[in-house]
T-cell receptor, first 118, second 115 residues
Framework: DGGITQSPKYLFRKEGQNVTLSCEQN?????MYWYRQDPGQGLRLIYY???????QKGDIAEGYSVSREKKESFPLTVTSAQKNPTAFYLC?????????????????FGEGSRLTVL | AQSVTQLGSHVSVSEGALVLLRCNYS??????LFWYVQYPNQGLQLLLK??????LVKGINGFEAEFKKSETSFHLTKPSAHMSDAAEYFC?????????????FGTGTQLKVEL
């Protein structure tokens, strides 16, 4: 079955450590996204990538980094510079990343990764 | 900038009662609109989407939503709530133009279903 796989599901880290969250998709989608979710704040866009080897900052990129070396993979690193990293992180993909594509922009989501910094 | 407003961060209904979750958007042209559902500690699942084909959109699990251009609304309804409907619901908009094909999400509505 096609879909998006995020790992790990739960992650605990000490303050000051960098952590990397994995996101893999086998939907052959061009675009991939990382969102952060906090209670009562909805989904906030961290980074997105419309094509391989290219990515753009979202609304809350500070303290995060990404790479897009392969179409299927879009890992997110939460660095020690992120002041409040404890959150639920969601990876998503869409068929096209650029406006003008024939799709609606519908996002397909992974199951999420919950990061807790102790 | 495009935005989505969900009125009511928490909604409580009795089992069997009508579910109404409100969503209003700001857009100069009819956008694409979506409703997603999220169960605890899971990702978001698409309930339904409006793509200009029909103003009344039917989705999964008995939900439907009506696009009303004059009211810039896309409210989600279900005639009879079930305990399994308890979840968080998100409305989202793709403005189509100028947005780079990215969705903007509302802040979510937590639906509680009581016996």
């Amino acid at each position: 079955d096609g879909g998006i796989t995020q790992s790990p599901k739960y992650l605990f880290r000490k303050e000051g450590q960098n952590v990397t969250l994995s996101c893999e998709q086998n939907l052959n989608h061009d675009a991939m996204y990382w969102y952060r979710q906090d209670p009562g704040q909805g989904l906030r866009l961290i980074y997105y990538s419309q094509i391989v080897n290219d990515f753009q900052k979202g609304d809350i990129a500070e303290g995060y980094s990404v790479s897009r070396e392969k179409k299927e993979s879009f890992p997110l690193t939460v660095t020690s510079a992120q002041k409040n990293p404890t959150a639920f992180y969601l990876c998503a993909s869409s068929i096209y990343g650029l406006a003008g594509g024939s799709d609606t922009g519908e996002l397909f989501f992974g199951e999420g990764s919950r990061l807790t910094v102790l | 900038a495009q935005s989505v407003t969900q009125l009511g961060s928490h909604v409580s209904v009795s089992e069997g009662a009508l579910v109404l979750l409100r969503c209003n958007y700001s857009s100069s042209v009819p956008p694409y609109l979506f409703w997603y559902v999220q169960y605890p500690n899971q990702g978001l699942q698409l309930l339904l989407k409006y793509t200009s084909a029909a103003t009344l959109v039917k989705g999964i699990n008995g939900f439907e939503a009506e696009f009303k251009k004059s009211e810039t609304s896309f409210h989600l309804t279900k005639p009879s709530a079930h305990m399994s409907d308890a979840a968080e619901y998100f409305c989202a908009v793709n403005p189509i133009t100028g947005g780079g094909n990215k969705l903007t999400f509302g802040t979510g509505t937590q639906l509680k279903v009581e016996l």
